[in-house]
C-alpha cells in the first residue's frame, strides 16, 4: 500500500503540471527493468532483506513449493503488479498523453511483454546496426501493441572518447549506420518511432558510471556531426513515405571498425 501511495503521489508531482502540454508526447515511466532475467538474485535479495511486505508476501508464496519456475513467477506478477499501479497513477494525473512503456532491454522477457497491456506503446532499447524484424513482429504480435526503439546509437573512438556500444569505423559511417538503422526500421509497419541516445558526446572524464562515448549529434561544445546530421536530414525527410511502403529503405550497410 505503501508504494501505491507513493506512486500517486509522484505522478501527482510530475505529470499533472504537464497535462494540456501541446508539446508532450508522453511518457517512459521506467528505462530498463533491472531484474529481468536476474529474477532469482531478486528474490535472494527479498529474503534476504528486511521484513517488507514483500517479503512477506514471498514467503508465503514458496510455502506452498519452492522451485526456481515459481520464484520466477513470483518476480513476474510482482513486476506485472508495479506496471499497473505506476501506470494506473501517470494515467490519472494525466489522461492526455501516450504510456511509451519502460524501454526494456533488446530481448524482454515474457513477464515484461505480458506486463505491456497497461502501455499505449511498447519500447524496446535495440543496440545493433539494424533492428532484427523478427523480434519486433513477435513483440507486436504478443503486446498488440505499436513498437517504439528506445534508444540506440552508433559512435567511433576519438577526441578522447571511447567509441559507444555499437561501434562503426568514422564519422561518414555513422551517419550511413544512421540511414540504415533508421530508414530499415520505418519500414516495419509495427514500428512508430526511434529515439537516438542521445543528443551530446559524453564527457571525456566519464558519466555518473564512467561511460564516455563519442555519440552525440553535437560535441560537448555543441558542434555538430556533419555526416550524422546530414543522414538525419535525409532520412527524416523519406520517414513518411518509408512507412507507408512509397520507397525503399537504404541498403548500404555501415562499415564496422
Known amino acids: 500500500e ?24 508522453g511518457y517512459f515511466p521506467a528505462n530498463e ?7 532469482l538474485q531478486t528474490v535472494e535479495l527479498v529474503l534476504s532483506g528486511p521484513k517488507t511486505a514483500t517479503r512477506d508476501a514471498l514467503q508465503k508464496w514458496l510455502a506452498a513449493g519452492d522451485t526456481e519456475e515459481r520464484r520466477k513467477e513470483f518476480i513476474g506478477d510482482a513486476f506485472d503488479r508495479y506496471v499497473s499501479i505506476t501506470s494506473a497513477a501517470v494515467k490519472r494525473h494525466d489522461p492526455n498523453h501516450l504510456n511509451l512503456g519502460m524501454r526494456s532491454g533488446g530481448q524482454p522477457t515474457a513477464a515484461e511483454v505480458r506486463a505491456a497491456r497497461a502501455f499505449d506503446v511498447y519500447s524496446v532499447n535495440v543496440y545493433d546496426y539494424e ?34 556500444l555499437v561501434q562503426v569505423r568514422d564519422q561518414a559511417e555513422r551517419g550511413k549506420a544512421y540511414r540504415y538503422y533508421v530508414e530499415n526500421a520505418f519500414a516495419m509497419p509495427e514500428l512508430v518511432g526511434t529515439h537516438y541516445f542521445q543528443w551530446a558526446d559524453q564527457p571525456a572524464t566519464g558519466r555518473f558510471d564512467g561511460e564516455n562515448y563519442n555519440i552525440g549529434l553535437v560535441d560537448v561544445t555543441d558542434r555538430p556531426y556533419p555526416d550524422l546530421v546530414g543522414a538525419l536530414v535525409e532520412t527524416h525527410r523519406r520517414a513518411h ?7 525503399e529503405p537504404v541498403r548500404e550497410r555501415p562499415a564496422a571498425n
Do not use: M, N, Y
Open 2 to 25: 505503501d508504494f501505491a501511495t507513493k506512486a500517486e503521489e509522484r505522478a501527482r508531482r510530475q505529470c499533472a503540471p504537464r497535462k494540456d502540454d501541446p508539446w508532450l508526447l
Open 33 to 39: 527493468p533491472p531484474f529481468p532475467q536476474k529474477e
Open 131 to 164: 533492428v532484427p524484424v523478427a523480434r519486433v513482429r513477435q513483440i507486436a504480435e504478443l503486446t498488440g501493441k505499436p513498437i517504439l526503439i528506445g534508444e540506440f546509437h552508433f559512435g567511433t573512438p576519438g577526441r578522447g572518447l571511447a567509441a559507444s
Open 241 to 247: 513515405r518509408l512507412h507507408t511502403g512509397e520507397i
